[in-house]
């Protein structure tokens, strides 16, 4: 098998296109490549070939302020990233052709059938059709002591406001995940910042956005952005004034959860990282793999 460097963005659109299924999300390339940005990275797709035709790639990008290798789209993207290779038995010759200081999370659990790859993080997500999409026989199968603790959590949080797809509350959610993480938020970044900005915006145009907020003593004190897509409902990030009142964060996963039955979708996704607090929920989880050369 033959090996090329593929860096033109064009031609790159164009091998993802002829071998994602778009069966999630960020399968879709529009989404995906809302989190490119030229004047930080470069495109370094590792194409094989055979007898002059294309076997698969493996989708890398040059991270300049990183100086590191990893795969398309980056931390917001990396939720069961896959390897489009139409033989995957072959996949440790498309991994031998990555650079040093290669970086790929996010790995898809089922593609441990092919190669030995580390443990990355759990993602969490709830399969709707257990609980009949129905919010209250989910909440039931939680622990007794558990949903007493909620509702009286839930019910001792001030009057509220429900605002949908309000793209303005976007700055506020900036603020609320800067104040809640700090230096950690990933909003200190500003590739991902527009990132998710230009995703915000063209989930909007597309008609899936989900963007919830909650205002309470007219301001808005939480912010949630979810995006609904093939039968799946995406909570992709959010932040919420918990500071100042206590809970809202867990009233913002109610809302998520119902706002993902009322949609008709049977998985609602809560992504990696964060287990802490999505233990409490008894969500499903995978373990997600990673590759580092």
Sequence with gaps: MDFKICKNIDECEALWQSFSSNERLFDVWGYRVCFFDKREHEPHFIVGYSNGRVEGFVPLVFVKRKNQYNYFGGWFTAERNSFYIKDKTKIVKFLEQCPNNTFLEGLDPKENNYYKFLDDEYTHYLDLSRYDYSFETYFS????????????EINNIPEYKIYSNRIKDFKR???LNIKRFEDDSKFNDKTITNGIYNLIKLL?????LDMISVEINNKVEAVDIGAVFNGRYYALIGSSNYQKIPNLGKLMTILDIKSAIAKKTRFIEFGATSDHWKNMWEFDKDMLLKFMK
Excluded at 141 to 152: A, F, T
Excluded at 204 to 208: A, M, P, R, V
């Design 141 to 152: 199968s939680l622990d007794k002591k558990r949903q007493k603790n909620l509702r009286y």
């Design 173 to 175: 959610l900036i603020e």
């Design 204 to 208: 909007g145009e597309k008609g899936i």
